[in-house]
C-alpha cells in the first residue's frame, strides 16, 4: 500500500522546485496534495495561493483545508528565501534581516501555529509536520548569510520545542538541514561567482549535488508512518557536509 494512502497532506510553498517534487512523491504514494504558495501554481489537488508570512490569510488556509477534505495529516513546509542582501550582521540591514526572518522563521511559525490544532483535531489525533531548514544552521561559516542562517537555526529549535512539546499527542514535528541540492535556483547561487562551485565542491564529501528524488523521498519518510518513533530531530540532507572536517582524497 501507498504509504501516505488517503492522508491529506499540505505542501508549503508548492511552487518552489522542491515543493514541487515533494508534492509530486506524496501524490504518487496515495495522498491528497494542498499545494499552497503566494503565486500562482497548479501544484496538487487543491491549489491555494495565500501569504504564509500573513497570519489571517495562514489561519484561513487551514481552515479551507479542513473544510474541504474533512481532516489534516501531513503538514510540509517548504518555505524560505536567501536575500543577496544577506551577508555579515556588520554589514546587512534591518530591513533585509526582517525580511529573511519573516521568510524563513516566522512563516514556518505561523504555519506550526494554525495548522497543528487542525492535526490534533484529526481522528485519530497525530501527523507529521516537517520544516525546512539548512545545514547552515549546525555549523559556523565564514560566508555564511548570518540572517537567514540564523533564522534557519531558529526554525531547528521550534522544530525540536514542539516536537517534545506534542510528543503524547501523536504530532511528530521534525526538520530537515537541507545541503546542496539539484535546483536552478541552487544553481544560479554558484553561477554568479565564477569558480565558486569548484571551490566548494572539494569540501563536499560525496562530491556532488543531492538530487531532488533523493530530497522528496528523505521528506516522504518523515511524513509517513514508517518514521513514526521520530520526532524532535533535524535530519541532514547534505551528503555528509557537515559531519566532515576532511573529505577523501
Known amino acids: 500500500m501507498p504509504v501516505l494512502a488517503?492522508?491529506?497532506?499540505?505542501?508549503?510553498?508548492?511552487?518552489?522546485?522542491?515543493?514541487?517534487?515533494?508534492?509530486?512523491?506524496?501524490?504518487?504514494?496515495?495522498a491528497v496534495v494542498v499545494g499552497v504558495d503566494q503565486v500562482d501554481h497548479s501544484v496538487g489537488d487543491h491549489v491555494v495561493r495565500a501569504d504564509l508570512t500573513d497570519e489571517p490569510q495562514v489561519q484561513a488556509m487551514y481552515e479551507e483545508v479542513v473544510r474541504r477534505h474533512g481532516r489534516l495529516d501531513v503538514i510540509y513546509n517548504n518555505m524560505g528565501l536567501m536575500d543577496r542582501g544577506d551577508h555579515s550582521v556588520l554589514d546587512t540591514s534591518l530591513e533585509t534581516w526582517r525580511r529573511v526572518h519573516d521568510a524563513?522563521?516566522?512563516?514556518?511559525f505561523l504555519s506550526c501555529k494554525h495548522g497543528i490544532p487542525h492535526l490534533l483535531n484529526t481522528q485519530p489525533a497525530g501527523g507529521s509536520v516537517i520544516n525546512s531548514a539548512s545545514f547552515l544552521a549546525a555549523v559556523g561559516s565564514a560566508t555564511a548569510p548570518m540572517a537567514y542562517a540564523a533564522a534557519k537555526a531558529g526554525v531547528v529549535q521550534l522544530t525540536r520545542d514542539l516536537g517534545v512539546h506534542l510528543a503524547r499527542s501523536g504530532v511528530r514535528v521534525n526538520a530537515v538541514l537541507f545541503g546542496p541540492i539539484e535546483t536552478p535556483d541552487q544553481?544560479?547561487?554558484?553561477?554568479?561567482?565564477?569558480g565558486a562551485l569548484e571551490k566548494r565542491l572539494v569540501h563536499w564529501p560525496m562530491g556532488r549535488f543531492g538530487t531532488?528524488?533523493?530530497?522528496?523521498?528523505a521528506i516522504t519518510f518523515l511524513a509517513s508512518d514508517d518514521s513514526g518513533f521520530i520526532t524532535a530531530t533535524a535530519l541532514p540532507l547534505d551528503g555528509g557536509i557537515t559531519e566532515?572536517?576532511?573529505v577523501p582524497e
Open 212 to 217: 531532488l528524488e533523493e530530497a522528496a523521498g
Open 104 to 108: 524563513n522563521l516566522t512563516s514556518i
Open 187 to 194: 544553481r544560479a547561487v554558484f553561477d554568479r561567482n565564477p
Open 6 to 30: 488517503n492522508k491529506v497532506c499540505v505542501v508549503n510553498g508548492a511552487a518552489s522546485t522542491i515543493g514541487r517534487a515533494v508534492a509530486e512523491r506524496f501524490a504518487s504514494e496515495g
Open 244 to 246: 566532515a572536517f576532511t
